[in-house]
């Protein structure tokens, strides 16, 4: 998906440059006209049909990519059904945490009594003096 949000971004950008440089080749180039007549020099331009078939091309492009994206459509009550089934699991999963939880207390109770043993005998192993 994020690639084909970097194509069409890139896209994008081609064609603002694309259209930069249309701009930038009708201030160099262009002859003044009137509005009223269309000149045959106008009608003859090559350049015009090439960033008309440019920005034509890219925009196809980019309309081609935006229909490949895939649409999410969640309705309120589908959203809704995913979070009841994402909070169940999340209460079991809290169960299972504090089942847990209590079973390693408990284990760590009883290694703490073994060692009070343990030390409680190597004490009393030693030879009072």
Do not use: W
């Not at 920005?55 to 935006?66: G, P, Q, T, V």
């Not at 209590?102 to 009594?113: A, H, M, T, V, Y």
């Amino acid at each position: 998906m994020t690639d084909r949000f970097t194509q069409i971004q890139d896209l994008v950008n081609e064609m603002a440059n694309t259209m930069c440089n249309a701009v930038g080749v009708l201030q160099a180039s262009a002859l003044p006209c009137e509005f009223k007549e269309l000149s045959q020099d106008l009608l003859n331009e090559q350049n015009t049909e090439l960033y008309a078939l440019t920005i034509a091309r890219l925009c196809k492009d980019i309309d081609i990519l935006i229909e490949s994206i895939p649409a999410e459509e969640k309705t309120e009550e589908v959203a809704a059904e995913e979070m009841t089934v994402m909070d169940i699991e999340h209460k079991k999963l809290t169960e299972d945490l504090k089942k847990r939880s209590e079973e390693i207390d408990d284990l760590l109770g009883n290694i703490s009594e073994e060692l009070l043993h343990v030390s409680k005998a190597q004490m009393d192993s030693r030879p009072s003096y």
